[in-house]
């Protein structure tokens, strides 16, 4: 089983990354997708989720109408476009699946934003 995201960077204020998170060894497609982050010094936090089969999305308060959560379940992939970034969005951001069952993580990428 494996999680692996990518896309993190440096960024300036104001620009756009798109982060990946391809999954393997499981049935992905059963999953419900979140993206989580850690700033330095912060508790792990929800940012985004998405229901398993991408009908339904939710989104943390302080990403709403910025980010973006997708999926693409032939592909086993959960994405999440950033937007208009800001530097409190630095932070290592991780994929995570989830159902009743099953919980998995991904190792994390880290996303910097500063001039």
């Known amino acids: 089983v494996q999680l692996v995201e990518s896309g993190g960077g440096l960024v300036q204020p104001g620009g756009s990354l798109k982060l990946s998170c391809a999954a393997s060894g499981f049935i992905f497609s059963r999953y419900a997708g979140r993206w989580y982050r850690q700033a330095p010094g912060k508790e792990r936090e929800l940012v985004a989720t998405i229901t398993s089969a991408g009908g339904g999305t939710n989104y943390a308060d302080s990403v709403k109408g910025r980010f973006t959560i997708s999926r693409d379940n032939v592909k086993n992939t959960v994405y999440l476009q950033m937007s208009s970034l800001k530097r409190e969005d630095t932070a290592v951001y991780y994929c995570?699946?989830?159902?009743?069952?099953?919980?998995?993580w991904g190792q994390g990428t880290k996303v910097t934003v500063s001039s």
């Open positions: 995570n699946a989830v159902n009743d069952w099953y919980d998995y």
